[in-house]
């Protein structure tokens, strides 16, 4: 433990920013939570992030490989939900050809062994047109194939690719800093929208939370945000804290949207208690499956990480 971040004063400084900013904006939501609806909202969004704080801290102050590990173990755990929300759970082949492939995608991301980590498509693809064959049964095969699939490249495949960000100085607090910009917005555009309910919603037939003028403050205050947290990134200058809040505005947004539709096509609800005062694990790791693979590649493109280099 002699390498954990825990005794870092970088990492400590941080951490109680973090949390003095929560309790601060935190104050005034508990003492008028039963005003408006929109404040008990806002309120339980402050509160799941004091629950979930402690355990970000914890984690990723660990030294590695625990740190990937964690995202692994999310990743999984949000497969996990997303197969009960589409009520695929009990077709365990599918489900477990699935969680297999993840922690393989971990084990090679983590080893910066690219070749096998981008061929986990074609292995996992292989698998899942294998399991009819023993199974010897054809109806609804090709559903079950196509939302593993689905669920691997969401769940799996995008979030353990940020795995890589850990290689770069900073890289714990890249992903904390994605992740806090994603929830911020998705949660401001929310609670704006709130309190302006005669604006016309952005998508009404996915979601009816997010407005346009919900969406409009919310874009803004992403990008202030981003300017005044850029200290977490490893590169402070204008390309990388710009580009970080314009992936993780829009970025959470269609990854909510996204979850949002198979949740209505598949008439589930948001349910399950994940943090106290909020939805599922989904509600929480949709707002990083599009942000995080996004900035990945913006940082392949900028020369900050390379891949393939072994060849």
Known sequence: MEN??????????NFGLVAAFLIIIGIPLYIFRNSRTHVQASWASVKSWLYILPLFFFFFGLPQP??????????????KRFFQMTGMYHRSL???????????????IYNRLDIAFFSTFS?????????????????NMIQYISITFVCFCLFGFNIVL???MFELDKGVYLLFYLYALAEFSVNTTNGISLMFPSSSTVAGNVSLKAKWSGLICSFFLTVILAWAFRRLLFNTSEVYWITASVLAFWGAHFGEWGISTFR???????????????????????????????????????GDLAFFTGL
């Open 123 to 139: 292995v996992l693809l292989f698998a899942l047109t294998l399991i009819p064959v023993l199974l010897n049964k054809t109806g």
């Open 4 to 13: 954990a971040l825990w005794f870092d004063t970088f990492y400590l400084e």
């Open 94 to 108: 599918f489900v477990w050809a699935c969680y297999f492939a993840t922690f393989l995608a971990g084990y090679f």
């Open 264 to 302: 209505k096509d598949s008439g589930m609800k948001d349910h399950g208690v994940f943090i106290i005062g909020r939805g599922d694990i989904l509600s929480r790791t949709n707002h990083i499956i599009y942000v995080y693979p996004f900035y990945t590649l913006f940082l392949w493109v900028t």
């Open 162 to 164: 940020a795995g890589r």
């Open 66 to 79: 625990w740190p990937m590990l964690f995202l692994v173990l999310v990743s999984i755990y949000s497969s």
